[in-house]
């Protein structure tokens, strides 16, 4: 079945570069190009069949089963600019040129000293022949690490300056997921793509566990009353589950200073770090902006990049760093 997926998407990669890519390549004159023109449809199209999958599942359950219902959905709109540009290729080709010689460099590197990153297989061999479990222990191995990820990026002062831009949504929606300041993006890919290579995820697996990352993110930011159940909600990571971590007010203890929920798949870490906070009901999501340029950036793309950037370089220069609210 994921083979004949693998070959229709195959396919249709190779016609719309045929038919598409390579012809306006050559005619704008980037021929060099056409090598990142072929990885660029694939973007494009993993992101498309990500976003029909998360509308198709996600927008009924908002429709007719919402947490909060909204007069108007102005709020919204930035969050879709950003799903389109993050989802259709624009976020992920810019971080992709951006890392790409850089890993090219450091390939090169590991090759040049005899270092050859070991997958888990050489760890394990006993998981050659069972394709499903070594994807699903990359994928523990991952979250882990997205977690400590999100965990910094509300306890480092500067980087809560871009993350801040994720947590501002008051309407928060499955779109919101992608509502990334671009150097947060930049700093999460990067992330994200080094301890890929290091533990020597195949790439065959890269694709599915970014969907799987992806899909259960957009599901956690869907504004809808659906929970997982009293167990459930304790083994992956829902949408009542992430809206406690974008909760506008928190209980002022300590285990809860820079936030909660920091979980992306599996609220085990939380559990296991002492940052979990969950309860029934379903709190208003924001934070309290603290200043007139703050509010105004609420709905606009450019403010909030710019805004972004400014509250890093205050918190860089500045010597009392400013705790974080989540
Ligand atoms: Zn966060
Ligand atoms: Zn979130």
Redesign the pocket.
């Known amino acids: 079945m994921t083979q004949y997926l693998t070959d229709y998407f195959v396919i249709l990669q190779g016609w719309l570069f045929d038919t598409l890519v390579q012809p306006v390549l050559f005619a704008l004159g980037l021929a060099s190009y056409v090598e990142m023109g072929f990885d660029g449809i694939e973007f494009v199209l993993q992101g498309g069949i990500e976003l029909a999958i998360a509308y198709v599942l996600m927008r009924p359950l908002e429709a007719l089963w919402p947490a909060e219902r909204w007069t108007q959905r102005r709020a919204v709109r930035v969050d879709v600019l950003y799903t389109l540009l993050n989802r259709l290729g624009m976020v992920p080709l810019t971080v992709f040129t951006l890392l790409a010689p850089l890993f090219m460099e450091l390939e090169s590197w590991l090759r040049f000293n005899d270092i050859i990153p070991r997958q888990l297989e050489d760890w394990l061999p006993g998981l050659d022949n069972h394709p499903l479990a070594s994807f699903l222990i990359y994928l523990v191995i991952l979250d882990f690490a997205e977690y400590w990820r999100?965990r910094l990026?509300?306890t480092c002062g500067w980087w809560w300056a871009l993350?801040g831009i994720?947590?501002s949504q008051r309407q928060m929606s499955f779109w919101t997921d992608s509502r990334n300041h671009l150097a947060d993006d930049l700093i999460a890919g990067l992330w994200f793509a080094c301890l890929s290579l290091l533990i020597g995820v195949p790439p065959g697996h890269f694709i599915g566990l970014l969907i799987a990352l992806r899909l259960v993110e957009n599901l956690s930011h869907t504004n809808t009353r659906l929970a997982f159940g009293p167990i459930g909600d304790y083994l992956i990571v829902g949408p009542r589950y992430h809206r406690w971590?974008h909760a506008l007010e928190l209980p002022a203890d300590r285990h809860c200073r820079y936030?909660c929920n920091?979980a992306i798949l599996f609220p085990v870490w939380d559990i296991l770090f002492g940052t979990l906070y969950l309860k029934e009901s379903l709190p208003p999501t924001g934070i309290h902006e603290g200043s007139p340029e703050e509010i105004a950036a609420r709905d606009s793309f450019w403010a909030q990049q710019k805004l972004g950037l400014i509250l890093l370089w205050k918190a860089l220069t500045s010597r009392n760093r400013q705790s974080p609210s989540a």
Do not use: Y
């Open positions: 999100h990026s509300h993350h994720h947590h971590h936030g920091f």
